[in-house]
């Protein structure tokens, strides 16, 4: 069974910096993507930033220049590193591993970032 566990959520001023990382456990037998998604109440999940499974990444607009999604080498860890941080970013964060080939989406439990001053 994949589970993902994500954390380095919490609070920031405007303009801070966050780490989030995400661990993985359980096999996958297939190639997949990793990647970060957030939500806001009352609002879609959206794409923050993913890595496919053939190392290309990619970002959301709203994020380019200032998150930088990165792995370790078995895929077992998948970080993002956030900067320049604006209240518009507070939002649930969550970890995602997609299998296409299954048609599967795994998700963590997502992690709480608030920009506030």
């Known amino acids: 069974q994949v589970q993902l566990v994500e954390s380095g959520g919490g609070l920031v001023q405007p303009g801070g910096s966050l780490r989030l990382s995400c661990v993985r456990s359980?096999?996958?037998?297939?190639?997949?993507?990793m990647g970060w998604y957030r939500q806001v109440p009352g609002k879609q999940r959206e794409l923050v930033a993913r890595?496919?499974?053939?190392?290309?990444?990619n970002y959301a607009d709203s994020v380019k220049g200032r998150f930088t999604i990165s792995r370790d080498n078995p895929w077992k860890i998948l970080s993002l590193q956030m900067n320049s941080l604006a209240p518009e970013d507070t939002a649930v964060y969550y970890c995602?591993?997609?299998?296409?080939?299954?048609?599967?989406?795994?998700w963590g439990q997502g992690t709480q970032v608030t920009v506030s001053s």
């Open positions: 890595i496919l499974s053939n190392d290309t990444t």
């Open positions: 359980g096999e996958i037998s297939f190639f997949f993507d």
């Open positions: 995602n591993v997609n299998v296409r080939a299954l048609g599967r989406d795994y």
